[in-house]
């Protein structure tokens, strides 16, 4: 679940939709396409911190136990580019660029 990361943290951790929504990820609840693809947003979307953890005011929450490994091989690149997400199509929707192969690792 969440921890505090940051000295300056603020006491109680934040309580809001998103917060509320990762937790209910990390409980292992069955997700609605919307909320795959909004938790897929918080983490690589325009606005997201492009890691699998969230981090507010302080606090973190670690996605990496509870979505699947995703490997993102761009046309651009050789390689694979590993992220984590509930599935590909919630990805795929937050990613930019030409994807050329993705595949769970």
Same mark, same amino acid.
């Given at each position: 679940? @969440?921890? $505090?990361?940051?000295? #300056?943290?603020?006491?109680? $951790? *934040?309580?809001?939709?998103?917060?509320? %929504?990762?937790? $209910?990820?990390?409980?292992?609840?069955?997700? /609605? +396409?919307?909320? !795959?693809?909004?938790? @897929?947003?918080? %983490?690589?979307?325009?606005?997201? /911190?492009?890691?699998? /953890?969230? $981090?507010?005011?302080?606090?973190?929450? *670690?996605?990496?136990? #509870? %979505?699947? +490994?995703?490997?993102?091989?761009?046309?651009?690149?050789?390689?694979? /580019?590993?992220?984590?997400?509930?599935? !590909?199509?919630?990805? +795929? !929707?937050?990613?930019?660029? *030409?994807?050329?192969?993705?595949?769970?690792?």
């Amino acid at each position: 679940m @969440a921890y $505090k990361f940051s000295s #300056c943290a603020t006491e109680e $951790k *934040p309580d809001n939709d998103q917060t509320r %929504l990762l937790e $209910k990820t990390q409980s292992g609840a069955v997700l /609605t +396409r919307a909320e !795959k693809d909004r938790i @897929a947003s918080l %983490l690589y979307g325009m606005g997201g /911190t492009h890691t699998s /953890t969230y $981090k507010l005011a302080g606090w973190a929450w *670690p996605m990496v136990g #509870c %979505l699947s +490994r995703i490997l993102v091989n761009y046309r651009w690149d050789n390689s694979f /580019t590993p992220y984590y997400a509930p599935d !590909k199509t919630s990805l +795929r !929707k937050v990613l930019y660029g *030409p994807i050329s192969e993705m595949i769970y690792a």
